[in-house]
Antibody
Framework: QVQLVESGGGVVQPGRSLRLSCSAS????????MHWVRQAPGKGLEWVAV????????YYADAVQGRFTISRDSSRNTLYLHMSGLRAEDTAVYYC???????????WGQGALVTVSA | NFMLTQPHSVSESPGKTVIISCTRS????????VHWYQQRPGTSPITIIY?????PSGVPVRFSGSIDTSSNSASLTISGLKTEDEADYYC?????????FGGGTKLTVL
């Protein structure tokens, strides 16, 4: 069965960096585009970034453009999100999700909490 | 860029039917598929409707989706409400390299 497991969350000071990982199993990882979606405490879902199946294309939400970098290592079946210049408003649970062909999120991980605080 | 607007909350009694709307601010609702997710407290979202009206395997037939071009909106209908349907529901669509979610609707089954 499809499994997505995020790791790397934690508490980080404003302005610092953090890298999230998402380990995928149960499907052909190299065949699917992958996303990061976040949810601030008590708030709704917000799309963050997407990477194509082969890593050649990447798109970002305006709120993170220039600060976050999405990448993947298909030899390790792992998706990454490198976050730099973190701000308090980046505090959220970050989910990785598999992209389906008609642009929806077919499977979600359990999420990783990132807290940006001094 | 477009937005998707949902009611903040709805409530209904068990056994009844509820409809949650999702209105697109610009561009045709029919131009891109609308998808729906359910998120119970403390859990990750799951897909309950994709491609406007398709149900993934395992999702009860009580859940259905549709679009209405006259109101430029999509709707999620849940019939025969059960207490376990109490959750947050999000619509989502895509355009021009952006994946957009509605603000979410909290469904209370009382």
């Amino acid at each position: 069965q499809v499994q997505l497991v995020e790791s790397g969350g934690g508490v980080v000071q404003p302005g610092r960096s953090l890298r999230l990982s998402c380990s995928a199993s149960g499907f052909s990882f190299r065949s699917y585009a992958m996303h990061w979606v976040r949810q601030a405490p008590g708030k709704g879902l917000e799309w963050v970034a997407v990477i194509s199946y082969d890593g050649s294309k990447k798109y970002y939400a305006d709120a993170v453009q220039g600060r976050f970098t999405i990448s993947r290592d298909s030899s390790r079946n792992t998706l990454y999100l490198h976050m730099s210049g973190l701000r308090a408003e980046d505090t959220a649970v970050y989910y990785c999700a598999r992209s389906e062909t008609t642009d929806y999120f077919g499977y979600w991980g359990q999420g990783a909490l990132v807290t940006v605080s001094a | 860029n477009f937005m998707l607007t949902q009611p903040h909350s709805v409530s209904e009694s068990p056994g009844k039917t509820v409809i949650i709307s999702c209105t697109r601010s610009s561009g045709s609702i029919a131009s891109k598929y609308v998808h729906w997710y359910q998120q119970r407290p403390g859990t990750s979202p799951i897909t309950i409707i994709y491609e406007d009206s398709q149900r993934p395997s395992g999702v009860p037939v009580r859940f259905s989706g549709s679009i209405d071009t006259s109101s430029n909106s999509a709707s999620l209908t849940i019939s025969g409400l059960k207490t376990e349907d109490e959750a947050d529901y999000y619509c989502q669509s895509y355009d021009n390299g952006r994946w957009v979610f509605g603000g979410g609707t909290k469904l209370t089954v009382l």
